[in-house]
């Protein structure tokens, strides 16, 4: 017997083969998808009447600080030196784990409620991250961020940190959560270090999760230091493979841009933190068109103010027509698959796809709403006018975490009241 049967659902597979269905099935057993198709001879303990929504694949964010919660709204609207030496910087030197903990519950509850299932996260109490991780039910690929600033006695620190944590942590949680490497971008650790980190990720068997050309500033950094840019670097250190995943990537040039393609790394595209920071527009049509795995995440919410890929997906998809003058650039169905698809092959989870065999990490999203009628195509109606809180229905491992838009895995009221007690505590560490 299974222990899930969704039905009478339009299933968005995003698998090329399986195709979309109309009126579909989807049979959840032991935390795999079993079946997928226009019906089934399976019983099952619960069933679903999916009737007026679609059924798709959850969605995967691909670089987060959970943790920024705390700082939603806390510094907007500045110059990203600012922002960083003046405000945010100063209020993370007081975070605790306690706080972290709460904060990334927060996010958590934001990711369940508005379609994440899976998340990469670097960031700083990592530990407490993690434990947020497992009493929520979400999937997770998480990595402690690593600064050296060129002293090797930080870099030692560092880096033994960090193994502790990828070691300990890796495949907890019933295997949802993944750990990662975290060196903090190419402008914040030493050439040295960053070798290291390569070699031991390579080592564990252990992908790495890095910032790279977020700004101008770097750029220009890395030229004046090393005679180069960030791309050329890590080219140079031999960091580049298809186990890194590199966020931002916006000041990319077409040699750049063909090395990233050439060497299989992922990309993952924060278009609204981005914009927010004036960082510019990252060329993801160019680094798409060269073959290159590119998928989507929300930044911390000290940049972006919230978790919701939804959101994420619709200004990728806007940001590109506008910054390359082509209203056919980046079009629903492909920026889909950088949400979901591409974002399981950058974490390296059997997630992204409804498909039999692959994780039972799927969301029900409600088209029975004003702004979702009428229906032409389901893939546009969900890029350009659905929102997180469309979601209906969020599962995980086959674990139901929100249902009818009731979260059943996490006490939502306890967490708003800790979390805003929580951030009036720290705002008053700050300014102390």
């Not at 083969?17 to 935390?31: A, K, P, Q, R």
């Not at 434990?131 to 002293?151: C, H, N, P, T, W």
């Not at 997630?351 to 389901?378: C, F, Q, Y």
Request: hydrophobic share 40%; charged share 25%; proline share 3%.
């Amino acid at each position: 017997m299974a222990d899930i049967i969704i039905k009478n659902a339009y299933v968005l597979t995003m698998d090329p083969d399986l195709g979309d269905i109309e009126n579909g099935v989807v049979v959840i057993e032991n935390g795999l998808i079993k079946e997928v198709g226009r019906s089934t001879g399976s019983t099952a303990d619960k069933i679903i009447d999916a009737r007026g929504c679609v059924v798709m694949p959850g969605l995967i964010n691909t670089h987060c600080h959970a943790g920024m919660t705390l700082f939603r709204g806390y510094a907007d609207d500045m110059h990203l030196k600012e922002w960083l030496e003046d405000r945010i910087w100063p209020a993370e030197a007081k975070l605790t784990d306690d706080d972290i903990h709460i904060g990334s519950l927060l996010a958590c509850l934001e990711m369940i409620r508005s379609g994440t299932t899976s998340f990469a996260d670097m960031y700083i109490h990592m530990d407490r991250v993690a434990q947020a991780v497992k009493e929520s039910g979400i999937r997770a690929a998480l990595s402690y961020g690593m600064i050296d600033f060129g002293s090797k006695e930080k870099a030692d620190a560092e880096l033994k940190e960090g193994s502790r944590f990828v070691s300990q942590w890796n495949g907890k949680a019933d295997g949802r959560i993944t750990t990662m490497y975290g060196p903090h971008a190419p402008n914040t650790c030493s050439r040295e270090f960053l070798i290291r980190v390569k070699e031991q990720a390579v080592k564990d068997k252990i992908r790495i999760h890095i910032h790279v050309l977020e700004t101008e500033a770097e750029l220009n950094y890395m030229k004046e230091n090393f005679g180069m840019c960030s791309i050329h670097f890590l080219k140079d250190i031999d960091f580049w493979g298809t186990d890194v995943l590199a966020a931002h990537c916006v000041w990319l040039s077409d040699g750049d841009i063909k090395i990233l393609a050439e060497y299989g790394v992922n990309i993952s595209h924060n278009p609204v933190s981005n914009m927010k920071l004036a960082s510019g527009i990252a060329p993801v049509a160019k680094l798409i068109a060269s073959g290159a795995n590119v998928c989507l995440g929300t930044d911390g919410c000290a940049s972006n103010n919230n978790l919701d890929m939804f959101e994420e997906m619709k200004t990728a998809a806007l940001l590109q027509k506008v910054g390359t003058m082509d209203p056919t650039a980046l079009p629903a169905r492909q920026v889909l698959e950088m949400a979901t698809v591409n974002g399981a092959k950058a974490l390296g989870i059997k997630s992204g796809v409804l498909k039999e065999g692959h994780n039972a990490d799927m969301i029900i999203v409600d088209m029975r709403k004003p702004h979702l009628t009428p229906l032409h195509d389901v893939a546009s109606q969900l890029v350009y006018a659905a929102s997180g809180k469309d979601v209906r229905t969020t599962i995980v491992a086959g674990k139901v975490l929100m249902e009818d838009f009731m979260v059943t895995c996490l006490d939502e009221q306890d967490i708003l009241g800790k979390a805003v007690q929580t951030s009036k505590n720290l705002a008053s560490r700050i300014d102390s």
